[in-house]
């Protein structure tokens, strides 16, 4: 399986970054995952409406770039069903048995994902109705994809 990851903006964080690896690193033997990031606009705090979704297009335009036509793609989203680990397990399990061997994870800048990209979008997935940075949300998805790789191989882990 193939899985890829595209982000918005740059990670700096050294503390989130050495988790990414770690998780990334273990997910090896079980995927292929690729953690793509492309660059944030600069948004200043008092964006009008307007300029928000000038902002949240151009991203969204660089999302799309980096997702082919022939793979499933899951968008992190507020709004999205929040599922168990349990649950996403189970539905990467079933992407792998009717032949989804490429799905993409999206997750968007500060301002949220343009609408383009979620109706490019498969499905909407959403880890809590709190707002959470999304740098630290790719921490999660990554340890919580692992999780599941765990879970669907019935391996150690998960509790």
Known sequence: MNIAIVSVGKLKEKYLKMGIEEYSKRLGSYAK????????????????????????????ERILAKIGPDTYV?????????KSSEQLADDLQSLMTYG???????????????????????????????????????????EQIYRAFRIIKNEPYHK
């Open 33 to 60: 995952v690729d953690l793509i990031e492309v660059p944030d606009e600069k948004a200043p705090e008092n964006l009008s409406d307007a300029d928000m979704e000038i902002v949240k297009k151009k991203e969204g």
């Open 74 to 82: 899951i968008a992190l989203a507020i709004e999205g069903k929040m």
């Open 100 to 142: 989804r061997s490429k799905i993409t994870f999206v997750i968007g800048g500060s301002l949220g994902l343009h609408e383009d990209v979620m109706k490019r979008s498969d499905e909407k997935l959403s880890f809590s109705k709190m707002t959470l940075p999304h740098q630290l949300m790719k921490l999660v998805l990554v």
